[in-house]
């Protein structure tokens, strides 16, 4: 990497998180008066702080009373705590904030609640219901999750694919203007309730058989609210229709007629037919951004994606209805003549039946982990005959290898790319899972900063804390900064790594020694703690 991108100025966060970023570490210059006879409830001694912004680190105490930071600088050794952690040679930031993240509906369980894989990676914040998913009334969703106390803190979004399923089903078709307004109502509702932001996924159904204007009009509404933000899995994030650029131009055209934030959601290159990609896509956003747009991106660092088996390889229309719809049609064997004609190019846009590996297959889970082709061979059939048999029994969900390294680091040096997991909450050991699960986070520092230096540590921290938390206007979090929300972690940079692979995906990562989620001890000495310290965070508050 170059001298010039590693030092790239991040971009501007607000005049207010700037200042208060500039005390805290203007701070470290000198031994703070009040700290000569203050007693705190944590003290973390001697860390290198990398407070968020995209500073480099400096070596700093920082001081947390309830659940604020209080003081950062040279904090006087008289100084006394009910917690005092001793950070030397380790790295502090804030917590990292997951603007991706399917937690729920896991997080508002009993079992679950306690969100421990989630956790080990450094996450103190997830922002549920993307990919336009979740239900389309919150109030049940959030009464569940404050029931049962989450470990980290989760702010709603509200999903597009979750409205319109209430409204109108799965049905394939425009929706009625009083289908439209009942929509917008639900969208409307949401936000009253403190959702951030409108979540759509028009490459999933039912949101595939919206049109543009569809989604101009929920984000229009989701709009009227201050801050709000629309980030979307978008249409295409290869070659089945418009094509990848065509889909971020949608994204980018639901900004241009509405005003709101734009966001695009894991964002990649999804398979040989769209690799090289990435370089018209940055210059796309590149050029929103110049016109004065509001675009940004997320993404996570793997290779290799997940979704399921029908919405990889099965035509739209002949997803109409669900599943089972979709089961039945298989079994006709004129319908199913034509969806495998055309599932033949769907397979080739996944980089071939190799590049599918089987996850959570229900109706035989021991085909987990195993690749299409090589569960075709063994029932000597054609890969596609054996994803249609899959399917029939219910399907699958997929781990698919079709992205490009080189994409994967273009899109990952922007000054607009924030950190994502896309990953699931589940029960340890139980079923097939995406690594990204338990690994997103740490795996970004270990492979990409530590490894490859594709970015360095100060721009990786910036980009999962203090870049979402202004990119989604998260109140007071995602800085180390006094009057901050005490959301921190203490971390060692030579031991920060995910463990989970893709054979093996239910494996906590390592390296987070102490995590701190609203000024409560989550993690100490690397072991989560039975007590959980997470809330709901809504709009405005």
Known sequence: MSRDHRSATPPRLGRRRFLAAGFALSLMAGVSAQALAQEYDVLIRGGMVFDGTGAEGKVADVAIKGERIVEVGAIAATATATTVVDATGKYVSPGFIDPHSHAAPAIGTAELAAAVPILYQGITTVMINPDGGGPGDLAPQIADIETHVPGVNVIPMIGHNGVRRDVMGLENRKPTPAELASMEALVKKAMDEG???LSTGPFYIPGKYSETSELVALARVANTYPNAFHISHIRDESSYDVGVLGAIKELIDVSRQTGIIGVVTHMKML?????????????MINAARAEGLSIWADQYPYAASGSSLQASLVPGWAQEGGPEATAERLQNPEQRALIRQEMVANLE?????????IRNYRADPSLNGMRLDEIARRNLQDPLDTAIDMLIKGGSSIVSFNMNEKDVERLMQQPWTMTSSDGALVAFGVGGEHPRAYGAFPRKFRR???EREVISMAQAIHTSTGLPAQVFSIKDRGVIAPGAFAD???????TIRDVATYQD???YSEGMEYIFVNGQTAVADGKVTEA?????LRRGQ
């Open 349 to 357: 846009r996944r980089a071939g039946a190799n590049a599918i590996m």
């Open 448 to 450: 990409y900063v530590v």
């Open 195 to 197: 959702a951030f932001g």
């Open 532 to 536: 959980r310290h997470g809330r709901v």
């Open 271 to 283: 398979g040989p037919s769209v690799w090289g990609q990435s370089e018209p896509a940055v210059e």
């Open 488 to 494: 921190v972690l203490v971390f060692d940079p030579e």
């Open 505 to 507: 995906p239910h494996a």
